[in-house]
């Protein structure tokens, strides 16, 4: 509620109250207490400018009107691991993190909410920090943050990038799988390809 103070006061140092009704703005009746923590839905609040110091007129007060507007979060659903395999010799994955949008988007239109990626919740929550979308890492969680184009609103979603180990395989010896054909079909041994 008081991120508009300096605009209202102007440079002046009068003094504003915050109050529930317009009835007790404009007689200084019940303000509200802590208005830098104050939690409410949808509402309007009635802001009381007075001189400072308060003279004994009442009447010599500005009542101003201000819309409290609270937007609902978008979703960012809890999308599955994202397996992706080491690059030979290394400990990292390649990860195209947009791939996971339309999973943590869960069908909520992409022209209304753009999908970041964050190394840390807070980043996410902030916008900060923006991971390319082609992301080479080991195993890690990262955080997804989907925010409302319209209200900027922001919710966060973990993601865990999975680095596999990189398999190695042997070509089998050609000797192995080379056999004359005596009657148009070859046998060949598997087991003496890859014994166990």
């Not at 409410?40 to 409290?68: F, G, H, Y």
């Not at 990860?95 to 980043?123: C, M, R, W």
Request: glycine share 2%; proline share 7%.
């Amino acid at each position: 509620m008081t991120t508009n103070v300096s605009y209202i006061l102007n440079g002046t140092n009068d003094l504003i109250s915050y109050h529930t009704s317009i009835f007790d703005a404009e007689n200084g009746l019940n303000p509200i207490n802590n208005p830098t923590s104050y939690s409410s839905s949808t509402a309007t609040i009635w802001i009381r400018v007075t001189k400072n110091p308060v003279s004994s007129v009442i009447n010599c007060a500005v009542i101003i009107e201000q819309e409290l507007k609270v937007n609902a979060l978008p979703i960012a659903n809890l999308p599955s691991n994202y397996y992706s395999c080491m690059i030979p010799n290394s400990n990292q994955a390649p990860f195209q993190l947009d791939t996971k949008n339309n999973e943590i988007l869960n069908g909520q239109d992409p022209a209304l909410f753009t999908v970041t990626y964050h190394l840390s919740q807070q980043e996410a929550k902030q916008g900060i920090n923006l991971l390319p979308n082609s992301y080479l890492s080991a195993s890690q969680t990262i955080w997804a943050s989907v925010r409302n184009n319209t209200t900027n609103c922001r919710n966060t979603s973990p993601l865990n990038l999975i680095a596999e180990p990189f398999t190695i395989a042997n070509t089998p010896l050609l000797s192995n799988t080379t056999k004359c054909d005596e009657d148009g079909l070859m046998m060949v041994l598997l087991f003496l390809i890859y014994p166990y």
